[in-house]
């Protein structure tokens, strides 16, 4: 599943995160965890804490999720794209 | 969409669960009528005894210390329990402890003895309870250990709570000099450039400086409306917000009659621009006085300009 999340990304330079930061951020509020995968893929399996905000809802989700756009956002999907 | 804060997990959920992560499913369950959460690891953790410490030391420490003599407690009625069933258990005086309610004093002080590693040595137990005894040692040094730390631990929280603010206050002092600082630099040449001709020279140079040291304290007060967890005091708040508002219109009245900018220049003023432009009453986090939001709806107009 070749998914990635080009309406969030910021223009040019992408910024990626490490395993080990998520475990030890993951109960952080600041620290918002986006998985883009189709709602039915979310419900069979997520890293805990993430929310389910699928590529195709982004344009119309992502303002209501995070309405402020310094939030600090991370997206994961299936797998190394 | 303008978020500028994004970043990505490249390995997915393949590399989270291949490294262990445990995993989060969502299960419809037809007869709850409702989602149910079923937390699996993936592959299952195994509880050994440091994870059972792990778990004792992030409870708060009310719970830790009622934990604690429930323990206490527990035992004590044990060994007294043991005198009654097999007639037979703690030793005072050379005499067996009786099951009465004497014998449950003795049998819980001598549950806190052991569990505090005290040991008089004047009430012993006797058979498998000596067992009990030892178990009842260990784990009361443990919890005990826990509590100490997490006394320790709250000490230290508030040092860092502390330093934190220090900090805090430091950067918020600097704001406002730099800030004071520009504001003279660029009503200086405003007074100065009083014929509206284009700025050149050393004075140009001047002019970028201050420009760039605009933009740093810009930054430093878009992270305090954005991101930070203290917030200054709304007065601090409010004449920061009018310094900046203020500085922006000088900035501008100069930039009217700047219509060559060097690159620097105009790459700071986008910088300017897009931050200041997420300054306003509405759409920062928190929410404030109608004054603040005054000023910050003042701010996103006068970067509107600039942009």
């Known amino acids: 599943m070749k998914q990635t999340a080009p309406h969030l990304e910021t223009s040019g330079h992408k910024q990626t995160v490490s395993r080990e930061e998520i475990l030890s951020r993951v109960q952080d509020p600041a620290f ?3 998985n883009v995968m189709p709602k039915e ?3 069979s ?21 995070f309405p402020h756009v310094a939030r600090e956002i991370t997206v994961y999907c299936a797998g190394p794209t | 969409m303008g978020y500028a804060n994004v970043r990505h997990y490249v390995g997915g959920m393949a590399d989270w669960v291949e490294s262990g992560g ?6 419809s369950a037809a007869d709850s ?7 699996q690891a993936h592959p299952p953790r195994r509880l050994s005894w440091a994870n059972w410490l792990d778990i004792l030391v992030n409870w708060p420490l009310e719970k830790l210390v009622g934990f604690w003599l429930a323990i206490i407690i527990f035992f004590g009625f044990i060994y007294w329990a043991a005198g009654i069933g097999m007639g037979w258990g703690l030793l005072a005086n050379n005499t067996l402890v009786k099951p009465d309610l004497e014998g449950l004093g003795t049998a819980i002080y001598f549950s806190f003895v ?3 590693s005290i040991g008089y040595g004047d009430v012993i137990p006797l058979g498998p309870l000596r067992i009990l005894a030892v178990t009842e040692g260990i784990a009361g040094l443990l919890i005990f250990g826990c509590v100490i730390s997490k006394l320790v631990s709250r000490r230290q929280e508030e040092l860092t709570e502390e330093i934190h603010r220090t900090t805090f206050e430091d950067r918020l002092d600097r704001v406002r000099t730099n800030l004071h600082l520009v504001f003279s630099d660029l009503e200086a040449l405003d007074e100065f450039n009083t014929d509206h001709s284009a700025l050149t020279g050393h004075v140009l140079q001047r002019f970028e400086s201050s420009v760039r040291v605009f933009i740093g304290e810009l930054k430093t007060i878009h992270d305090l409306l954005y991101r930070t967890r203290l917030l200054p005091e709304e007065d601090a708040m409010e004449s920061l917000l009018a310094n900046l508002a203020l500085c922006l219109t000088f900035l501008t009245e100069l930039l009217n009659s700047q219509p ?3 690159q620097g220049l105009t790459a700071g003023l986008r910088t300017i621009g897009s931050l200041a432009n997420e300054i306003c009453g509405e759409c920062v986090p928190q929410t404030y006085a109608p004054a603040l939001k005054q000023w910050m709806d003042q701010i996103q107009d006068l970067a509107k300009k600039i942009a």
């Open chain 2, 114 to 116: 052991t569990a505090l």
């Open chain 2, 33 to 39: 009528g409702g989602p149910v959460r079923n937390i």
């Open chain 1, 45 to 65: 399996g997520h890293i805990p804490h993430s929310v389910n905000l699928p590529v195709a809802e982004i344009e119309t989700k992502a303002r209501q999720i």
């Open chain 2, 260 to 262: 060559q900018r060097s």
């Open chain 1, 41 to 43: 893929a979310f419900e």
């Open chain 2, 22 to 27: 445990s995993v989060e499913r969502v299960e």
């Open chain 1, 32 to 34: 918002a965890l986006v």
